[in-house]
């Protein structure tokens, strides 16, 4: 075929892939599950969960070392097994919407155990070993569970609709409806624990966790099987289930995954203590969030408004790149004015620098929530295009497998350096030491930038843009369309036999 004829195929194919563009294939109904479930992954108090398992459960930090180091290892291991379960799934109901079933009610299970944990064994010592045993068992069954549940949302988000159009549309929507409810738990659960800590709400600390944790599991739980049972895949797998070989060899050829998970890689070497740790410990405000967040919780709804914007003017390189880092460098100035004059313990000093830094990030966060995510699911697509077939299980696990390496270790060090500044379990408000006080700034502040710049350098070499992205969508249009067709022609003659 000559160049003319080539380049005559690829316009003939975009003409035809026109008018799927405009297709809305998900609609009210699907669209409102969508969004509720996309509320329920953040429809929690989990911000608080290493104040809880450290505070309130009471586990030594010794013991918590020990537990991130084997659930770590052990979240790799099971990881690829479970892709590769998941990837040769087929039947009439889909690939994944199966496995989100399998998992619905069992999660829910799962989590309103954990919440409940102050009851099981907040009475043992934090070394005791029957504590350590326990603690142990249930993140393991717990890490099993997530992971299912992680695989299949992240097909199932990546098949509910063939249109790109489509998808952003859901995308941005969720992101931006789930934003004015998601967030309701965490911000209610820290003024309830100021008022519980300045003696203004007379409650026991741990009947305050057990409360929220437990109903937040149920509500969400509740989305989450709603939207199990309600969402269509709409994008078929190939009837041949691909080797386990030939789904990582599709891997390494897939150049956008591979520079995602580099960046993921190198930027989970960004180690921190976590900001509550320093919020509560040393500000005494647990609401500190909330407070810093309500000019921004004013313009990230309008930051969605631009994405589309954005991603016209823009490549998708520039705005991973920004999207991603600019709260870095926000981050830069607030450790400088928080170690002037002993800045970091003034409510007075950082209520206004964390602010201004939080409304800025919060201009750019449409960008922040739906580049990425678009990301994940193109390269799931550039894999589909590249090899003649998907497989979602294992990109969704290579692409976080070199993170969790990565956070394995991390997760154990941040425990580890907790433990070296002399942080004290369950000392609460007032109980630590000045120079754990400063530490607890600088670890939730410069560190994790220092330790996680460098994740910059894949995204400068994607290039997943323009002409070839649209060659792309065009050639998978008529493959599907191609394969559509093959997958009816089997059931009609499954009908008849």
Same mark, same amino acid.
């Given at each position: 075929?000559?160049?003319?004829?080539?380049?005559?195929?690829?316009?003939?194919?975009?003409?035809?892939?026109?008018?799927? /563009?405009?297709?809305?294939?998900?609609?009210?109904?699907?669209?409102?599950?969508?969004?509720?479930?996309?509320?329920?992954?953040? &429809?929690?108090?989990?911000?608080?969960?290493?104040?809880?398992?450290?505070?309130?459960?009471?586990?030594?930090?010794?013991?918590?070392? %020990?537990?991130?180091?084997?659930?770590?290892?052990?979240?790799?291991?099971?990881?690829?097994?479970?892709?590769?379960?998941?990837?040769?799934?087929?039947?009439?109901?889909?690939? !994944?919407?199966?496995?989100?079933?399998?998992?619905?009610?069992?999660?829910?299970?799962?989590?309103?155990?954990?919440?409940?944990?102050?009851?099981?064994?907040?009475?043992?010592?934090?070394?005791?070993?029957?504590?350590?045993?326990?603690?142990?068992?249930?993140?393991?069954?717990?890490?099993?569970?997530?992971?299912? /549940?992680?695989?299949?949302?992240?097909?199932?988000?990546?098949?509910?609709?063939?249109?790109?159009?489509?998808?952003?549309?859901?995308?941005?929507? @969720?992101?931006?409806?789930?934003?004015?409810?998601?967030?309701?738990?965490?911000?209610?659960?820290?003024?309830?624990?100021?008022?519980?800590?300045?003696?203004?709400?007379?409650?026991?600390?741990?009947?305050?966790?057990?409360? @929220?944790?437990?109903?937040?599991? %149920?509500?969400?739980?509740?989305?989450?099987?709603? !939207?199990? !049972?309600? =969402?269509?895949?709409?994008?078929?797998?190939?009837?041949?289930?691909?080797?386990?070989?030939?789904?990582?060899?599709?891997?390494?050829?897939?150049?956008?995954?591979?520079?995602?998970?580099?960046?993921?890689?190198? #930027?989970?070497?960004?180690?921190?203590?976590?900001?509550?740790?320093?919020?509560?410990?040393?500000?005494?405000?647990?609401?500190?969030?909330?407070?810093?967040?309500?000019?921004? =919780?004013?313009?990230?709804?309008?930051?969605?408004?631009?994405?589309?914007?954005?991603?016209?003017?823009?490549?998708?390189?520039?705005?991973?790149? &920004?999207?991603?880092?600019?709260?870095?460098?926000?981050?830069?100035?607030?450790?400088?004015? #928080?170690?002037?004059? /002993?800045?970091?313990?003034?409510?007075?000093?950082?209520?206004? @620098?964390?602010?201004?830094?939080?409304?800025?990030?919060?201009?750019?966060?449409?960008?922040?929530?739906?580049?990425?995510?678009?990301?994940?699911?193109?390269?799931?697509?550039?894999?589909?295009?590249? $090899?003649?077939?998907?497989?979602?299980?294992?990109?969704?696990?290579? /692409?976080?497998?070199?993170?969790?390496?990565? $956070?394995?270790?991390?997760?154990?060090?941040?425990?580890?350096?907790?433990?070296?500044?002399?942080?004290?379990?369950?000392?609460? &408000?007032?109980?630590?030491?000045?120079?754990?006080?400063?530490?607890?700034?600088?670890?939730?502040?410069?560190?994790?930038?220092?330790?996680? %710049?460098?994740?910059?350098?894949?995204?400068?070499?994607?290039?997943?843009?323009?002409?070839?992205?649209?060659?792309?969508?065009?050639?998978?249009?008529?493959?599907?369309?191609?394969? @559509?067709?093959?997958? $009816?022609?089997?059931?009609?003659?499954?009908?008849?036999?």
């Amino acid at each position: 075929m000559d160049s003319n004829s080539a380049a005559a195929k690829v316009y003939e194919q975009q003409d035809s892939a026109a008018a799927h /563009k405009d297709r809305r294939y998900v609609g009210t109904k699907e669209t409102v599950a969508y969004i509720l479930y996309d509320i329920a992954q953040s &429809f929690n108090i989990n911000k608080y969960s290493d104040i809880f398992i450290t505070d309130i459960v009471k586990i030594g930090l010794r013991f918590q070392e %020990i537990v991130s180091f084997v659930v770590g290892l052990w979240d790799m291991v099971n990881d690829v097994f479970l892709a590769a379960i998941v990837d040769k799934t087929r039947t009439r109901w889909g690939k !994944f919407k199966p496995w989100l079933i399998i998992y619905a009610i069992p999660g829910l299970v799962l989590y309103t155990l954990y919440w409940t944990m102050p009851l099981t064994i907040g009475g043992m010592g934090k070394y005791d070993i029957g504590k350590l045993i326990f603690f142990l068992i249930f993140s393991l069954v717990q890490n099993l569970a997530d992971s299912t /549940k992680g695989i299949a949302r992240t097909g199932m988000l990546a098949t509910i609709t063939p249109n790109i159009i489509d998808r952003t549309r859901l995308i941005t929507e @969720a992101n931006l409806l789930s934003g004015f409810v998601e967030k309701a738990p965490e911000i209610i659960m820290g003024l309830l624990i100021d008022l519980v800590n300045h003696g203004k709400l007379k409650i026991k600390m741990p009947h305050l966790y057990i409360s @929220a944790g437990v109903f937040c599991s %149920i509500v969400s739980g509740a989305f989450a099987i709603a !939207f199990a !049972f309600i =969402a269509k895949e709409r994008v078929n797998q190939t009837v041949d289930k691909p080797s386990i070989k030939a789904s990582f060899k599709s891997i390494l050829t897939n150049k956008p995954l591979l520079l995602i998970t580099l960046s993921e890689f190198l #930027g989970a070497f960004s180690i921190g203590s976590g900001i509550n740790y320093y919020y509560i410990n040393v500000l005494g405000l647990a609401t500190m969030s909330t407070i810093v967040g309500i000019p921004g =919780a004013i313009v990230s709804p309008i930051s969605y408004s631009y994405v589309p914007w954005a991603r016209e003017k823009f490549s998708t390189k520039t705005l991973w790149i &920004f999207g991603s880092h600019i709260s870095d460098f926000l981050m830069v100035g607030v450790f400088l004015i #928080g170690s002037i004059n /002993k800045n970091y313990k003034k409510l007075g000093a950082m209520i206004p @620098a964390f602010m201004i830094r939080e409304t800025i990030w919060m201009f750019f966060w449409g960008i922040r929530s739906v580049i990425p995510e678009e990301m994940r699911n193109e390269s799931i697509d550039y894999g589909e295009w590249k $090899n003649g077939y998907r497989n979602e299980g294992l990109t969704g696990v290579a /692409k976080e497998l070199p993170r969790k390496l990565i $956070n394995t270790f991390g997760n154990t060090i941040k425990a580890a350096i907790l433990r070296r500044v002399g942080y004290v379990e369950g000392a609460g &408000f007032g109980g630590q030491s000045e120079k754990t006080e400063y530490s607890l700034f600088w670890m939730c502040t410069i560190l994790p930038v220092i330790t996680g %710049i460098i994740s910059i350098v894949p995204k400068l070499f994607y290039d997943l843009n323009g002409e070839k992205k649209e060659r792309m969508y065009a050639e998978l249009f008529e493959r599907r369309e191609a394969l @559509a067709k093959e997958v $009816n022609a089997i059931a009609d003659e499954a009908v008849t036999e």
